[in-house]
């Protein structure tokens, strides 16, 4: 049989048992704070300003497969105040977030389509602190192409697997509902600081995953995802410094798996006005995966800011990695565009 051949089938059929009787874990994005509807529905409307469109991409293992594991997600959300003239300035956000994810050597697709809600409470008269709350009800569809697969009966012996397969497979399409909901504290430390807390709660519906759902068991729904999100803002010096410290920590937990992001960028501002900027950050990933701790990853990031449009790229080098010559990693790219700009609101995490 050809290595690469062989390769593949094993791939897929690690793939066809992991789908079939163990929890699927969500896909991470590096750049959390890049995509916040996925992140945390209280992020929906948190920013300064009245609409923000923002996309991210996601490209993994490039190095190992032709076809590359690939993510991307894009959203768009709104910010509205229920009342005018108000001491109190509360704020209503509504947003809508479409994201794939494609296992590309299976053309195995998760896609959804979410539509976010989340209501943002002024704790006091100066409206430099509030407490959010969201919730988020999407739409997900399950597709697997059946003849991306290879089966052992399928091999003729000499020229590959040109046969056909009796293996009883069930339908290949599917779609489920899935709900989310979070919360998140933002708060104005003096006039040149900030911090963000947060909690979310994934698929706390636990949705039914299995592509066989006539004969459904334990092990065959979607577990539910608690992470809880930090990030904070601030300067470096006196009035007069151009840069900025942004620690940022992710810790996530699905299962028995267990997932922290944790480090910090830094911010220069440029400019006379400083409205725009050069972020460079780097961060750890460490892991735990059944009660068995080790360092995933190590990031490295680097941003631009150009009045209201924030581009950043990053990548992941995976220390656990399939071959260690060949150090896979990811690559993941972002953008996004902040519409009628407001400068004296709560600020919002990025990156």
Same mark, same amino acid.
């Given at each position: ?74 959203? &768009? ?261 902040? &519409? ?12």
């Amino acid at each position: 049989m050809h290595h690469k051949t062989f390769r593949l089938f094993l791939l897929a059929l690690s793939f066809w048992t992991v789908s079939q009787g163990i929890f699927a874990q969500d896909k991470q994005f590096t750049q959390f704070y890049a995509s916040p509807l996925t992140l945390n529905p209280a992020l929906t409307g948190a920013f300064e300003g009245r609409y923000r469109v923002s996309s991210i991409y996601r490209d993994q293992w490039g190095s190992v497969l032709d076809e590359p594991f690939q993510s991307y997600a894009v959203a &768009g959300d709104f910010r509205f105040t229920p009342r005018k003239k108000r001491v109190v300035e509360d704020a209503i956000g509504l947003g809508l977030v479409f994201d794939n994810d494609r296992i590309g050597v299976l053309d195995f697709n998760t896609t959804q389509i979410g539509l976010s809600l989340a209501y943002h409470k002024s704790l006091n008269a100066d409206n430099d602190q509030y407490l959010s709350a969201g919730l988020q009800a999407g739409i997900t569809q399950r597709n697997l192409n059946y003849a991306s697969l290879r089966f052992h009966d399928q091999f003729d012996g000499v020229n590959g697997y040109t046969g056909a397969t009796q293996e009883d497979l069930p339908g290949n399409n599917f779609a489920y509902l899935d709900l989310s909901l979070g919360i998140n504290y933002t708060a104005k430390l003096g006039k040149r600081s900030n911090l963000f807390a947060g909690v979310s709660y994934h698929h706390f519906n636990q949705p039914v995953i299995a592509f066989d759902r006539t004969e459904l068991v334990t092990g065959e729904r979607l577990l539910p995802r608690y992470s809880a999100q930090f990030a904070a803002n601030m300067p470096i010096g006196s009035r007069s410094t151009r840069v900025s410290f942004l620690p940022r920590v992710l810790v996530s937990s699905q299962g028995t798996h267990l997932q922290t992001n944790a480090g910090t960028n830094f911010r220069f501002a440029l400019g006379e006005f400083r409205t725009s900027a050069f972020h460079l950050g780097s961060w750890l990933r460490p892991v735990r995966s059944e009660q068995r701790f080790n360092l995933d990853a190590a990031v490295v990031l680097v941003g631009f800011e150009l009045n209201n449009v924030l581009f950043g790229m990053s990548y992941d080098l995976n220390l656990q990695a399939l071959n260690a010559r060949q150090r896979q990693g990811a690559f993941e790219i972002s953008i996004a565009y902040l &519409g009628s700009f407001e400068s004296e609101g709560i600020a919002c995490p990025k990156f």
